[in-house]
């Protein structure tokens, strides 16, 4: 069963190991995923975030461009394996020439700086999808807050704080170029004026399913109903804190089995129906210890679903039909 995931931080983990002076690569490493383990699972195409902590730098677009520097240098260096994608055609290149495809993405739109022109310039670098936050607020909106009660972080829903004037015009450019509109890490009002100021599919590229795990991070079942409405494609998080609450004890959830993903799936398809799901595991981003163990093991997860039901083309789907329609649409 190919796979096409929406989102993982190994460029991130590349580029930390590379700063501290080691020499990981894509090729094969510790990580979760790596292109020898990508074939083992049967991938077709994985997005790469760039990935900028803004609370740990003050140069967060110089960081980004640094990243991106690992990321072109380690895709070149084995191309013969695996191919940069900037349009559809070029997927359909990859796939007929048996070669596996990567998209660069951004997670975190505080590296444009609040200046439409740095957005322009990672599209013409290649960048073809962005979060507009991450977990920090910036110059285009805020991510869901967080309380801390007698040491412990809650995360909540946080329905005030609207995209800024600036965040719109990014949306407005956005959608101009044919960069992918993410809404993941972005806060429950500025998701809804996601909805409220673009016409296109638009993406929550690593994001579950709210009623089932209350973080403010998933999607409400209003929020998965209005983007199947749209067309556009949720990708299911690995994460356990995503898929799973925290225990009677009030202890996180620290193993990530594939059941509760599929269990997630299978709300998201009553919810919004089967063409609103795809994947997006947040590989190399989550510290939960996974079933599948990485990215090789991903067939076990179709395994699950078809245990629990789905059929043969409801799987193809969610593993790569349904994002590759949005691809085709939107690049």
């Not at 977990?135 to 946080?158: A, Y």
């Not at 799901?277 to 990215?295: A, N, R």
């Amino acid at each position: 069963m190919n796979v096409v995931d929406m989102h993982c931080d190994t460029i991130a983990e590349l580029y930390r190991n590379h700063q501290a002076g080691g020499n990981a690569s894509i090729l094969e490493n510790n990580l979760h995923i790596d292109l020898k383990k990508m074939k083992k699972g049967d991938y077709l195409l994985q997005n790469f975030a760039l990935f900028v902590h803004l609370g740990r730098t003050e140069r967060p677009f110089d960081c980004a461009m640094e990243m991106a520097d690992v990321f072109f240098t380690e895709m070149e260096a084995h191309k013969d394996k695996i191919g940069i994608v900037r349009k559809w055609s070029e997927i359909e290149e990859n796939r007929a020439m048996d070669r596996m495809s990567a998209m660069l993405t951004l997670e975190e739109g505080g590296i444009c700086q609040g200046e439409i022109s740095l957005l322009r310039d990672f599209y013409r670098l290649g960048a073809r999808m962005m979060t507009l936050t991450w977990n920090f607020q910036n110059e285009l909106g805020w991510p869901n807050r967080t309380e801390t009660v007698e040491g412990r972080t809650r995360f909540l829903p946080d329905t005030e704080h609207g995209l800024t004037e600036k965040g719109i015009a990014f949306l407005e450019e956005m959608e101009r170029l044919g960069m992918i509109i993410d809404i993941s890490h972005l806060n429950d009002a500025g998701i809804w004026d996601v909805f409220k100021y673009t016409k296109k599919p638009f993406v929550a590229s690593h994001s579950n399913a709210r009623t089932l795990a209350s973080h403010p991070r998933n999607l409400t079942d209003k929020m998965i109903r209005a983007l199947a409405d749209r067309g556009g494609v949720a990708g299911i998080n690995f994460c356990a804190s995503f898929l799973r609450d925290h225990d009677e004890n009030g202890m996180e959830p620290s193993y990530s089995y594939c059941r509760d993903m599929v269990a997630h799936m299978k709300h998201m398809k009553q919810v919004g129906g089967i063409g609103c799901i795809g994947l997006g595991s947040d590989f190399d981003g989550i510290g939960s210890t996974l079933e599948m163990g990485d990215c090789s093991g991903m067939q076990m997860l179709a395994d699950e679903m078809s245990r629990e039901g789905f059929k043969t083309g409801e799987i193809e789907a969610v593993f790569y039909k349904n994002v590759l329609r949005l691809y085709k649409e939107l690049l």
